[in-house]
């Protein structure tokens, strides 16, 4: 028994082509974005109470704010980017036309990711140099050899 993508594609090259690829896309990447959304709220809690000096409201509610920037913003792109590319007529085409638009949505993914660290860890950095204690000034003077 074929995929149902896999028949229609086969059965009907042209504009079916397209719709089926197009459906796939949406429910590969949509469903993407929603597991890594999961993942980095689940898992970046303990990151962003760190960042926030133990303000657990604090922590939460930015945590909450950056799943609902997330989706708007990757959803956002994987709607705007189903309609540019190749359009598939076969099932080599969908299937190419298929990986290229997920592989660039886990692109985007990733690079959204790792701006978030990159500013979460900025963030942190400078709360931990403003609660540390100066530096002491010497006691004492050493005679060089």
């Known amino acids: 028994m074929k995929p149902i993508l896999f028949a229609a594609l086969a059965a009907e090259p042209g504009p079916?082509?397209?719709?089926?690829t197009y459906v796939a896309y949406l429910l590969i990447s949509v469903a993407l974005t929603v597991w890594v959304a999961r993942t980095l709220h689940k898992n970046g809690r303990i990151f962003l109470v760190d960042s926030f000096l133990g303000n657990e409201a604090l922590a939460d509610s930015v945590n909450?704010?950056?799943?609902?920037?997330f989706y708007l913003?990757?959803?956002?792109y994987v709607t705007l980017a189903l309609k540019y590319g190749d359009k598939p007529t076969d099932a080599r085409t969908a299937l190419e036309t298929l990986s290229t638009k997920v592989g660039l949505v886990l692109v985007v993914l990733g690079l959204?990711?790792?701006f978030n660290l990159l500013i979460f860890?900025?963030?942190r950095r400078r709360a931990t140099l403003h609660r540390s204690t100066p530096p002491l000034l010497p006691q004492a003077h050493m005679k060089a050899p």
């Open 112 to 114: 959204m990711h790792f």
């Open 121 to 123: 860890s900025k963030m």
């Open 16 to 20: 079916a082509a397209t719709i089926w």
């Open 64 to 69: 909450h704010l950056l799943v609902v920037g």
């Open 73 to 76: 913003i990757n959803i956002g």
